[in-house]
């Protein structure tokens, strides 16, 4: 574990901790399903209301139901997150009226609801019985938001297994997504200014280190993409959709092995080339999506020439001249960002997405980095700033060059050296 910077603290956990503990690591795709294909029209009829022994399990009970016709384990069910009725969801959204559809993706569609025992605003999935995910990723994403708990990631409110309804109920982002904000955006609509998109960038790599670091077991996200990173008021990143999401290597272990899932663009090479996925295959996914915040482009862009259309491809041989930094910049932020924040930020994405995932940096050293440059403001109109732009090469504050974490002032030797 050495290689992925998670420090070996002696662990004093009850005996049930440890139990809970390898009973979510199969439940989130440990050892008893870490190559076995995920079926679920040939493993389990998942869609039932009788147990073996043909008695009707209570509505309450069908989520527990799942994991075990799953071939898994018993599970904690979540006890944080609440049950609800089919019935309560249907009167929440008006029957899943048109007007408050919010979206839709690989797990159904998406609508914003008002629970009147609440008294609160939601988004509510529906699962999309064929769709591109089913019941196993159902599961994992009731099991591990019910035991996250972290400002940097979307809260589960509670879920609906009734019948063969499958519903996941959360808090509602205002804003939607960071794709909203970044990609095809609609005319008179203002871009994210630079001190917004370090943010946000800062923050979901809070979620991901909270991931990493501080969950137990610590899991993978194995899909972070701009569209999963959900923004709420003052633009507030939390990382969304956990249903890829796999329980960490452990011990002597380097990786996990199992089916190749995610989205084109975002996906590590070496994860996908051999299955065998680690910490750093998120560290890669972090990379590109910190690389759309600076410049705007798509992970995959079918509308640029095909050289250009990968934007790691496009930007690898940028990275080697610091010349090449201020062609790679958002367009759209119209030259308002500090040039030497920008130098900063593109080599800690240029670290994040190496080829090698040995090369790539644990996550704790990238939050402490995007920290950083997220503390320093910068404002366009301040009459300073287009001094600091000319003379950003030349001049360094004693104090300020101390206190910049050690990633930054390693990328800044090793890119566009």
Not at 26 to 41: A, E
Not at 53 to 75: F, P, R, T
Not at 309 to 329: E, I, S
Not at 379 to 407: G, I, M, V, Y
Request: proline share 5%.
């Amino acid at each position: 574990m050495g290689c992925f910077g998670s420090s070996k603290k002696s662990s004093k956990r009850s005996d049930k901790n440890r139990k809970d503990t390898a009973k979510i690591r199969k439940t989130l795709g440990g050892t008893s399903d870490q190559t076995q294909p995920c079926s679920d029209s040939t493993k389990v009829s998942p869609y039932r209301d009788v147990d073996k022994e043909g008695v009707v399990v209570k509505e309450e009970d069908q989520l527990a139901l799942d994991v075990k016709g799953l071939n898994l384990d018993d599970q904690p069910t979540g006890k944080k997150a609440q049950t609800f009725t089919f019935e309560e969801l249907k009167v929440a959204t008006g029957n899943f009226r048109s007007d408050c559809f919010l979206g839709e993706g690989g797990f159904g569609k998406v609508f914003k609801g008002t629970l009147e025992k609440l008294d609160q605003v939601v988004a509510i999935k529906q699962l999309d019985r064929n769709g591109a995910q089913g019941i196993r990723e159902f599961a994992v994403e009731v099991l591990t938001l019910s035991l996250a708990d972290h400002p940097n990631l979307v809260k589960l409110i509670g879920f609906c297994a009734e019948g063969d309804q499958r519903l996941l109920v959360y808090e509602y982002m205002p804003q939607g997504s960071l794709e909203d904000h970044l990609h095809d955006l609609p005319y008179g609509k203002k871009p994210l200014d630079w001190s917004t998109r370090m943010k946000i960038a800062a923050g979901a790599a809070r979620g991901l280190e909270y991931l990493h670091d501080r969950m137990k077991p610590p899991v993978i996200y194995r899909d972070l993409k701009c569209s999963n990173i959900l923004l709420g008021e003052d633009y507030q990143p939390k990382l969304s959709d956990f249903g890829l999401a796999k329980v960490g290597p452990s011990g002597d272990n380097t990786h996990v092995s199992t089916r190749v899932m995610g989205t084109y663009g975002y996906c590590a090479p070496d994860y996908a080339m051999t299955g065998q996925l680690t910490f750093k295959s998120d560290i890669y996914s972090f990379g590109v999506v910190l690389l759309e915040l600076i410049t705007g482009r798509k992970a995959i862009d079918s509308t640029k020439e095909r050289k250009d259309q990968n934007l790691v491809g496009w930007a690898r041989p940028l990275f080697k001249d610091r010349r090449n930094f201020p062609k790679m910049v958002d367009p759209l932020l119209q030259g308002q960002y500090p040039v030497r924040g920008l130098y900063q930020a593109l080599a800690i994405a240029a670290m994040c997405v190496q080829e090698q995932p040995n090369m790539r940096p644990v996550v704790s050293d990238v939050v402490l980095a995007l920290n950083f440059l997220a503390s320093s403001k910068y404002d366009p109109n301040s009459p300073s700033s287009s001094s600091r732009r000319r003379n950003a090469s030349l001049h360094r504050d004693r104090d300020d060059e101390e206190k910049r974490p050690d990633l930054l002032k390693e990328t800044e030797s090793e890119v566009s050296s």
